[in-house]
């Protein structure tokens, strides 16, 4: 288990001043080793994304606490676990929960025990978990594909055609702030979130997968006025700031997990930007 990365909020006027290198410093991470849990602290909402990929260890994520200086990870937490490979198991408190690909789990504050394995160690599952600050204790709760709220959204002709599938969503799981999802492109379609926008109220992180090792997005971000890219690849995350628009565009289709925390829980609440404003 590594220690935690901590990932210092950036203002909109330091922005504008990053290098490239900077920007993926500050906004790109890769979470994914094979039996290891990689973890990265953003000061944004204090949403902590982790990763990890049980091969021939069971993997504890508990322990991370000690360094949020509470006694166990959860204390003041919850946490969402979506599994984006083969079956894997979550045991919350020596109870096993079976998530297959695409599958969430929602774990509520105050579970001291968390561990992960794979059903399979030939084909590890590959767990991706996003947890932020909760002020009561909620049920753990399951959510497959048919639980979610679907949405689809999006033109074939805009070539912006997918389907959102809402899993850890206020008409799906109570919360306290976490929200988070899949949103998986139809064949043909390459944008993303366009026309873009922003939430002033809530942060953002997109985790984009099911891409080859030849296919590329190219996420946008940053003020309306001031938009730069930042090229992710297969289980690449990034965090968006509050402030910061985000979309993109890949060289095919692909999918991506939306995880946000923040001021509310209202999918809705967002603030459309024209195209024709972009520079």
């Not at 006694?71 to 109870?95: D, F, H, Q, S, T």
């Not at 030849?214 to 992710?232: A, C, L, P, T």
């Not at 995350?237 to 402030?243: F, G, I, K, S």
Request: proline share 4%.
């Amino acid at each position: 288990m590594k220690k935690i990365q901590l990932s210092d909020a950036v203002s909109k006027k330091e922005f504008s001043k990053l290098t490239k290198n900077d920007l993926v410093a500050n906004f790109k991470f890769n979470l994914f080793e094979t039996d290891e849990v990689k973890a990265v602290y953003t000061y944004y909402d204090r949403v902590l994304l982790m990763g990890a990929v049980p091969k021939t260890k069971l993997l504890e994520i508990s322990k991370f606490g000690t360094e949020l200086n509470a006694k166990y990870l959860l204390e003041n937490r919850e946490i969402g676990i979506i599994n984006l490979a083969a079956p894997g198991i979550v045991i919350v408190e020596n109870k096993e929960f079976l998530l297959n690909k695409n599958e969430a789990i929602y774990i509520g504050k105050g579970n001291e025990k968390i561990q992960l394995k794979s059903q399979n160690p030939d084909t590890p599952a590959m767990f991706y978990m996003v947890s932020t600050p909760a002020h009561k204790v909620l049920p753990t709760k399951i959510i497959s594909i048919n639980d979610a709220k679907v949405v689809n959204w999006g033109k074939k002709e805009t070539l912006n055609e997918r389907t959102i599938y809402q899993l850890i969503h206020p008409e799906v799981v109570e919360t306290c702030q976490l929200s988070l999802g899949v949103t998986c492109l139809k064949p043909g379609s390459v944008w993303n979130t366009y026309p873009p926008h922003t939430h002033e109220r809530r942060m953002e992180c997109y985790l984009y997968f099911d891409l080859d090792h030849e296919s590329e997005v190219y996420h946008f971000m940053g003020q309306k006025e001031d938009v730069r890219n930042i090229i992710m690849r297969d289980k690449d995350c990034v965090v968006n700031p509050p402030w910061s628009v985000h979309y993109g565009v890949g060289t095919k289709s692909y999918s991506f997990v939306w995880a946000m925390a923040g001021e509310n829980k209202d999918w809705t609440d967002m603030d459309f930007i024209e195209t024709k404003d972009l520079i």
